[in-house]
């Protein structure tokens, strides 16, 4: 299947959607500068803010004034508006033509900002045990990932006259850096398997203290403007916003009279393997990730013409692309730019956001300037300054994330070789048992599938007590074990256990689910941020607060290079997660996922649900299952 681009939407600290992008983008205007909106007494680190505080965004979305409503959410609302709009998808229509629509968001820490504003009272009260007035419990609806994906989707169906219309089904996927790109992925996914017509997929991200700080404990943020693969070049400046774009088979696409603006010809996901946070000085995660994007796009590294790189600013990140772009490409380099020195690093939402470049400068045939670059770095690329009146007909798109999660997307102006479609659409068969998916019975207008009906569990590891956590020794040394939360315990712990059970040392692929993550970490440095301020913060908090540190850390345990994506989206996590393997499994593309959902709770997450009128979670749940296709 040809998947069709039809619609892009996007807003970033240089536009508030497509056209102010262009302009700034062909201008060479950088959107780096003196924070405005964001609280925080570092004002020495530019930032990448979009130029439009919170109370204009809901006037321009005609959300009242009071309504709690985060950063991340109105800016995800705002950029697929536009993506429908330009895509001329009327979700009323869509409901009433019996299409079946699905949002797939990126998005790291969510409604932190949110959070932010009510932690502090909150950890008081906590501290002191006194009840919590039900009002003031609100942002627990917009904090974590998934929720914030809930609260964007429901701004939809309400906008229509029944309050019925919106997208069929969502999800949230949490890869750090790479989350966007790997929505992206996903959305092409469910176009190919049958079990979507039409998918909206990107990514949003907020500044916020939290996000800065953390980034700044690691010592990665630049004083000055970001200058990616510059000799002289000292990290990366954090940006915001967000960017969706509309997936459509091309079949669908030309059947309604549309010209679709570019196509999904391949992609890649796979894991470095190597650090929580440094990338491996070849660069293998990077590498496979192309590669595979290449391999499925059926063409070879000479057709790509441009590269847009994930290109931080920062040393190793730089030097690491570097080397995986030389191997990759050899002598024969294409032009190459990372545009984060326009818009700043844009975390999970970046993905997304460069896609969106990308499909402006094949549109408009100009090569993205890589601002800033004045010296080669030692062994590294030479990125372009901008070039302008160029034919793009490939472009690649990298993303790279905390824990060597690495993303590459390629865009095509025509389609390239014809995918084969391979699926079940039904339940994974087990010996004697089954996992029911939430695959819908074949519309009729979609193409034919093919089917797999030889999906196994070869084994399951459930963990309900930190009484159990003690036989994680069996696998990690002492000193690594007293250094490791309660969670990355249960989920290291599950996991292995599960794959001796199975037989198997790596698996092919390690797919997750999540609430939220490594909640004791986020939980420290927020109250590290309350107690000490915004100097000498504790990295170790910051680099497990993300919800992919689950699967990282896995996938370094068990030299697994492998695809490598985490889901959060509430009590369907798991559900999406089993859902992703089925998929990965049916089209042949591993033999061996293995599939965990693993979380943690506090005292003070459990007080605050009790105290809204919800049940306590356990303090640590984990589950890991071994799936199989064929022998």
Known sequence: MNIAITGEGIISAIGTNKEEVLQSLLAHKSGIKEMQFLQSVHHELPVGEVALSNEQMKKRLGIPEKQLMSRTELMGILAIRQALEDAGIDLSSVAASNKKIVLVSGTTVGGMDLTEQSFNPLYEQFLSQKETKVGELAFLNHHDGGNCTQKIADYFRNESATGQSGFDELTTISTACSSAANAIMLGAKLLETGEADIVVAGGSEALSRFHLNGFNSLMILDKKRCRPFDATRAGLNLGEGAAFIVLESESAARHQGKTPHAYLTGYGNACDAYHQTASSENGEGAFLAMKEALDMAHIEPEDIQYVNAHGTGTPNNDQSESESLKRLFGRKMPWISSTKSFTGHTTSASGSIEAVICLLAMQHHFIPANLGWEKQMENGIIPCTGIENVRLENVLCNSFGFGGNDSSLIFSTHPTEEKALQTDGKAIQTEGEAIQTEGKPQRSEREPQQTTNNIRILSTVEINSEEDLSDIRKYVKPMEARRMGKIMKSSLLSSLEALEKAGIA?????????????????????????????????????????????????????????????????????????????????????????????DESTPLLNQLRTQSGEKALPSIHSIAMVLSCGE
């Open 506 to 598: 790596t698996p092919d692929a390690i797919i997750t689910g999540t609430t939220y993550g490594c909640l004791e970490n986020s939980e420290k440095l927020l109250v590290q941020l309350k107690e000490e301020g915004e100097e000498m913060l504790k990295p170790t908090y910051f680099m497990q607060s993300t919800h992919n540190t689950i699967g990282s850390n896995i996938a370094i345990k068990t030299h697994c290079h492998g695809y490598n994506i985490t889901y959060t989206q509430g009590e369907d996590s798991l559900a999406w997660a089993i859902r992703d393997a089925r998929m990965l499994l049916a089209s042949r593309k591993a033999k061996t996922v293995l599939v965990g959902c693993h």
